[in-house]
């Protein structure tokens, strides 16, 4: 009965068409001041599926926490002694503007598409309009069908449409939320288009295949009913909630530590690898490609870290030194810009173990020598569409670093 009820209030509750209402939730940053602040918090974000973990890292974490558990989770923190400072969500993101704010003018008038964030339709348009503008380098396509009948809209850049010896994959937006990380590739891709003169001797033998929205049933539902939703929109059979975190559904190691076998939590891991159609696109496109994948990047926001392999354990990948050396040449070029320090390491080390992501995927199972999460930078999800291009400049430098890089392998 309690699983019908729930059924029916989740149903009723999205006929409403108004977005989600957040004014009363808090967000809390605890320090963890020592290992058994760091333990205690990773057993509540184990035991607790309602507390949105915003960050969990070795030294800090930012929880998204509902008023209904606001005193609980005060009292929880004074009673192991951590020192945490809450505030009103609508307090502290009120100078965010995200959408119909005052026009923002920037220098690159040529187009206006990175002066906002923009719908997924719009996206899909804009892909196609690089696609025609850009014929001899660029290819659209239209793939998969997520489980709200979207398909993932794939550019494929290769000079002179040649078939690359390498391949390079990007992904972003596999976190619904996430729309710096959208924004970001598709600055990237605009940047090496336009651009195309500058960059094509690094780009010599190298196709680089773009998704910049893997997730765009859950990017629209971030528009129109939940701005904080984070996993797709799958129903599971029989479920009564939806959603499979898609950075949770990659197989391998696929539900051994920091995923759940709840359909209702955040990172819900699917009823199987590669149970959702996105994922499943991407495992397909990899497998075909193996042999001459190279590099792959995940983009997500946010918290200024590079994560190589393992995300799964803490045990160091086989050729972590070169992946370390690699990401910090890469976070290099990314300081240049405008002094941004991304921290290089493992995901394991600097936030806490979590299977079924892409990086282990990729360089575990397919045996991708160079494979890569971006967590850009900010403290929200939500960002002013001004920090577009800033974003979208450094971490366009940090990829170009990384072709670089491949270029030179062998
Ligand atoms: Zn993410």
Not at 55 to 78: C, F, G, H, K
């Given at each position: 009965m309690f699983v019908i009820l729930i059924f029916l209030f989740t149903t009723i509750s999205y006929g409403y068409s108004e977005q989600k209402d957040y004014s009363r939730y808090k967000k809390f940053y605890v320090n963890h001041a020592n290992e058994s602040i760091y333990r205690y918090m990773i057993d509540l974000a184990e035991s607790h599926d309602n507390?949105?973990?915003?960050?969990?890292?070795?030294?800090?974490?930012?929880?998204?926490?509902?008023?209904?558990?606001?005193?609980?989770?005060?009292?929880?923190?004074?009673?192991i002694g951590a020192v945490y400072k809450d505030t009103l969500l609508a307090v502290e993101e009120n100078q965010i503007c995200e959408e119909r704010c005052e026009p923002y003018r920037s220098k690159r008038q040529s187009t206006g598409f990175f002066n906002n964030f923009h719908r997924y339709d719009a996206i899909v348009q804009y892909l196609q309009f690089l696609a025609a503008k850009y014929?001899?380098?660029?290819?659209?396509?239209?793939?998969?069908?997520?489980?709200?009948?979207?398909?993932?809209?794939?550019?494929?850049?290769?000079?002179?449409?040649?078939?690359g010896k390498k391949l390079v994959y990007i992904q972003g937006g596999s976190h619904a939320r996430e729309w710096?990380?959208?924004?970001?590739?598709?600055?990237?891709?605009?940047?090496?288009?336009?651009?195309?003169?500058?960059?094509?001797?690094?780009?010599?033998?190298?196709?680089?295949?773009?998704?910049?929205?893997?997730?765009?049933?859950?990017?629209?539902?971030?528009?129109?009913?939940?701005?904080?939703w984070r996993k797709n929109l799958n129903f599971p059979p029989g479920g009564y909630c939806r959603g499979v975190d898609l950075n949770?559904?990659?197989?391998?190691?696929?539900?051994?530590?920091?995923?759940?076998r709840n359909p209702c939590s955040e990172v819900y891991s699917g009823r199987l690898p590669f149970s959702e159609a996105e994922t499943e696109w991407v495992r397909r496109y990899l497998v075909n490609n193996q042999y001459r994948t190279k590099l792959v990047i995940d983009v997500h926001s946010f918290g200024k870290y590079l994560f190589y392999p393992w995300g799964y354990q803490l045990g160091s990948a086989p050729t972590k030194a070169t992946l370390h050396q690699i990401g910090q040449q890469v976070a290099k070029a990314i300081y240049k810009y405008r002094g941004t320090k991304y921290s290089v390491g493992t995901a394991s080390q600097l936030l806490y173990k979590a299977a079924g992501g892409l990086d282990d995927y990729a360089y575990g199972a397919l045996g991708v020598p160079l494979s890569y999460t971006f967590e850009l930078p900010g403290s929200s999800f939500?960002?002013?569409?001004?920090?577009?291009?800033?974003?979208?400049?450094?971490?366009?430098?940090?990829?170009i670093e990384f072709i670089k890089i491949v270029n030179g392998l062998s």
């Open positions: 507390l949105d973990f915003w960050l969990l890292a070795r030294n800090t974490s930012i929880i998204l926490v509902p008023p209904e558990l606001d005193n609980e989770m005060q009292q929880e923190l004074e009673n014929p001899d380098h660029a290819k659209f396509d239209s793939v998969a069908k997520t489980a709200g009948g979207r398909h993932l809209a794939v550019l494929r850049i290769a000079p002179y449409r040649r078939v710096i990380s959208i924004s970001t590739v598709l600055y990237f891709v605009t940047e090496l288009l336009e651009n195309f003169n500058y960059y094509q001797n690094y780009l010599k033998g190298i196709e680089i295949g773009v998704v910049p929205v893997l997730n765009p049933d859950g990017y629209e539902y971030t528009h129109t009913r939940d701005r904080l949770r559904n990659f197989g391998f190691k696929w539900g051994y530590i920091g995923a759940s939500r960002n002013n569409p001004r920090d577009i291009i800033p974003i979208g400049k450094e971490t366009t430098a940090g990829f």
